[in-house]
């Protein structure tokens, strides 16, 4: 079966979906998105992540392309055309499409509305064979990493370092304080020396994370205590545990930093207490509320 595209309005086969070559998404990076996952036919925090589309689209002056209401209902579809139960949603606002100018156009046209989604594989039924390794790198990002932007180039070449180096995610710090941001896709939490659950607080320097914000959520309702405080490498080289967390990551462990492991090297007491906490969350009717 081929797959559906949502692309402006018209449901199209994927193959066959494209766009202008002046879609300002295209020429400049000028756009949000968002990938939301989809376990039994549910979208998980949904809600969290129609937030955070709003506000990405507001911090960057462009109006929704659908309302709200609306929009739910396209990703449902889109899921629905693709026979897709368990999958990852992806959608894409840019300014839309006019003669390449940096400023706004001045004619206004239409955002430009794309959503696509793909089948993963099963929800991992346990921790064993979730984990991986993460490598370290320079945070060279722009300063408004709260922004859900497509510009992410700094993301792509960080990736793509960690991949060449057998590791799953690239763990940024800021260069100026010796400080951890987040992963180059996901959210990093460490259990430090003292057995702090930590991970750093919301600011420009990360995107807020929807499973960031959810986890936080079950672990407030456990009575898990967090602490949102930035950590330096050196701590996060001493720390007993650390996992990092998303849309496509769940909560999934890091083994090995930079080659050395963290605590035993396997994933911990801490973080496979939390992965079983955010299984129930994602399994067990998933609240969307942010
Ligand atoms: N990435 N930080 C960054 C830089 C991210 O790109 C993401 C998500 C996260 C975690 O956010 P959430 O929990 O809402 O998925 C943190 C998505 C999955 C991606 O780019 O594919």
């Given at each position: 079966m081929s797959r559906i595209a949502y692309v402006n309005g018209r449901y199209v086969p994927q193959r066959d979906a494209s766009v202008n070559i002046e879609d300002r998404g295209y020429q400049f990076g000028d756009g949000i998105y968002e990938v939301v996952h989809l376990y039994d036919d549910r979208f998980i925090d949904e809600d969290r992540h129609l937030d955070r589309l709003e506000r990405s689209l507001r911090a960057i002056r462009l109006p929704m392309p659908l309302t709200r209401a609306a929009l739910s209902?396209?990703?449902?579809?889109?899921?629905?055309?693709?026979?897709?139960?368990?999958?990852?949603?992806?959608?894409?606002?840019?300014?839309?499409?006019?003669?390449?100018?940096?400023?706004?156009?001045?004619?206004?046209?239409?955002p430009a509305l794309v959503v696509t989604v793909k089948r993963i594989k099963p929800y991992p039924v346990s921790i064993a064979n979730w984990g991986g390794n993460a490598i370290t790198m320079p945070d060279l990002r722009w300063a408004h990493r709260d922004i859900k932007t497509v510009n992410l180039l700094p993301n792509v070449l960080a990736r793509q370092a960690a991949k060449e180096q057998g590791a799953i995610e690239a763990i940024l710090f800021d260069e100026a304080t010796g400080t951890v941001t987040e992963g180059a896709a996901t959210n990093f939490w460490i259990v430090d020396e003292a057995g702090v659950i930590r991970t750093r607080a919301l600011s420009h320097s990360i995107l807020p994370g929807c499973t960031r914000s959810a986890l936080m959520s079950e672990l407030a309702e456990a009575g898990i205590a967090f602490d949102e405080r930035a950590f330096t490498l050196d701590e996060m080289k001493r720390a007993r545990e650390a996992f990092i967390t998303s849309a496509t990551s769940f909560v999934k462990p890091i083994l090995k930093i930079d080659g050395a492991p963290v605590g035993e090297g396997t994933p911990g007491p801490v973080t496979t207490k939390l992965f079983e906490i955010f299984a129930r969350h994602v399994k067990g009717g998933a609240k969307n509320a942010a």
């Open positions: 209902l396209v990703l449902k579809e889109v899921a629905r055309r693709n026979r897709v139960t368990e999958g990852l949603l992806y959608m894409q606002v840019t300014r839309g499409v006019s003669h390449r100018d940096h400023p706004f156009p001045t004619i206004p046209v239409p």
